[in-house]
Nanobody, 113 residues
């Protein structure tokens, strides 16, 4: 059973930065697209970014230019570097290998104004 474990969330002021990490228990990231989603209170879960096996990245318009997704296959870890954070970035952030149906438990990100 593959497990995904997110970390790095927290409470920061607007304009600050966070780096989220998602560690997999196996090497599933090497052969699959990995995505970060987030869910704000009272809202649907939405895609933040994803990265392909070849390193091609895609970002939501709302985070374009402020967020960078990257992967370290040797460490079975995917990262989400978030800069210039805004209150509307608040939510629970999840990493996922959608094609395999694996989701992490999420990490809380709270941005104060």
């Amino acid at each position: 059973q593959v497990q995904l474990v997110e970390s790095g969330g927290g409470l920061v002021q607007a304009g600050g930065s966070l780096r989220l990490s998602c560690a997999a228990s196996g090497s599933i990231f090497r052969t699959n697209l990995v995505a970060w989603y987030r869910q704000a209170p009272g809202k649907q879960r939405e895609l933040v970014a994803h990265i392909s096996t070849s390193g091609f990245t895609t970002y939501a318009d709302s985070v374009q230019g402020r967020v960078t997704i990257s992967r370290d296959n040797a460490k079975n870890t995917v990262y989400l570097q978030m800069n210039n954070l805004k209150p509307e970035d608040t939510g629970i952030y999840y990493c996922t290998v959608v094609s395999q149906g694996y989701w992490g438990q999420g990490t809380q990100v709270t941005i104060s104004s």
